[in-house]
């Protein structure tokens, strides 16, 4: 089932996951072994849910790594689909060349 305009995972890390813990960005970054700016622009929308970074919030105990690449999947598909109207391309027809 499709979300209707899914929050981008950054929002959900920031609220699921840093403020229950009381997590400061940088503390929270320590701790993933990442830098401070990488995960401040993943919180602030900049950036998405890498495989890597999946792994890193599977591994810190908060969900499944496919869980968090499904959820950007899901941010990613509605953006598209949001621009779709202004992507100009034509049903392929067999038999027609181009």
């Not at 995972?9 to 609220?15: A, D, F, L, S, Y």
Request: glycine share 8%; aromatic share 8%; net charge positive.
């Amino acid at each position: 089932m499709e979300m209707f305009d899914p929050p981008h995972p950054g929002k959900m890390i920031r609220e699921d996951c840093l403020k229950p813990l009381d997590l400061s960005v940088t503390a929270a970054a320590k701790w993933l072994g990442i830098s401070r700016v990488t995960l401040s622009e993943l919180l602030n929308g900049h950036n998405g849910i890498t495989a890597d970074m999946a792994i890193r919030l599977e591994k810190a105990g908060w969900g499944t790594a496919e869980s968090w690449l499904r959820n950007q999947l899901s941010y990613d598909l509605w953006q598209a689909k949001r621009r779709a109207s202004k992507i100009k391309v034509k049903k392929y027809s067999a038999g027609k060349a181009a």
